[in-house]
């Protein structure tokens, strides 16, 4: 049975009384293997209190994204969270196989260079065990750098086709990290509160022609649309039962593959992704209520 994990990512900055962190790196699970699964954390503490999300195997087929919650102590130094609800995951429905992390450590938050590392428990939606193992993540302002080191030196040599050099320019390893992607014959499952959602679609990059049909139920809802920078917003009503949403590219416009960004409202949540598929590939979102 595959256990599934999410990922925590801490990025700070300073608004009012409230700062948020980002931190990237993996979880290490107990066990013969070790297995290595992607973590993300992205948090806000409030008077030593936390509140946020964290994301397991980023861009991978079982990637899933949860609402965290915890405390942290600024003269103790320890900080807990743990895993709560589910708020998408590209798994199967079945709330049995979710392992949720729960963690309990020492960490600086005042010094972001520092490597968050420790061992953490895991425990079904019912409370029992599952598996556990060791959270090791590092601040996302420190692979900034190293990520801003190595584009500098890519842009300065002369071993690098500029093909490359422009690819690396406009690309962002952590931007590409930081937004679901789903390709081919991939769903994912959104979990909302509301009767109603509003849907948002453009290209948030250069426009090149990507055409796409969008259909709810099996009922197409967007025929021949032209992505273009401009946002498109719907709003649906949903059924009390599943309610899927499928995306089609019809082309792959004038640079190679087709992709859109997609942002999903519900009430004050967000959830943005974006799509990349070949001409006549398909991919789906289905959006279930609580």
């Known amino acids: 049975m595959k256990k599934i ?43 030593g209190k936390i509140k946020g999300y964290s994301v397991t195997d980023l861009s991978g087929n079982y990637e899933t994204k949860n609402e965290i919650s915890g405390t942290y102590n600024s003269k103790t130094k320890e900080l807990k969270f743990k895993e709560e609800d589910i708020l998408y995951t590209k798994s199967e429905l079945k709330e ?86 789903l390709t081919k014959d991939q769903n994912l499952n959104v979990f909302v509160n509301s009767n109603e959602i509003q849907v948002e679609i453009w290209d948030a990059k250069i426009e090149d022609g990507d055409k796409i049909d969008v259909f709810l139920n099996g009922r197409r809802i967007i025929d021949n649309y032209t992505v273009t920078n401009k946002k498109k917003v719907f709003t649906f009503k949903l059924n009390d039962e599943k309610n899927v949403f499928r995306i089609e590219a019809i082309n792959e416009g004038e640079r190679k593959l087709n992709t859109a960004m997609m942002q999903l409202i519900d009430k004050d949540r967000t959830f943005e992704l974006t799509t990349n598929l070949k001409k006549g590939e398909k991919t789906s979102i289905t959006v279930v209520k609580k």
Request: hydrophobic share 35%; aromatic share 14%; glycine share 6%.
């Open 5 to 47: 994990f999410s990922i925590i990512i801490l990025t700070s900055f300073f608004s009012f009384s409230q700062t948020k962190y980002e931190f990237f790196g993996t979880l290490k699970l107990n066990g013969k293997n070790n297995t290595l699964i992607s973590y993300r954390i992205v948090f806000s503490e409030t008077s």
């Open 96 to 181: 049995e196989v979710f392992c949720f992390v729960n963690f309990s450590g020492k960490y600086n938050l005042s010094n972001l260079d520092a490597k968050l590392e420790g061992a953490f428990k895991g425990f079904y939606k019912n409370k029992t065990k599952c598996i556990d193992g060791t959270l090791i993540l590092v601040g996302s302002k420190k692979i900034e750098k190293k990520i801003n080191k190595y584009t500098n030196k890519v842009q300065k040599s002369k071993l690098f086709s500029k093909e490359v050099k422009e690819k690396v320019k406009q690309s962002s390893i952590l931007d590409s990290l930081k937004v679901n992607t």
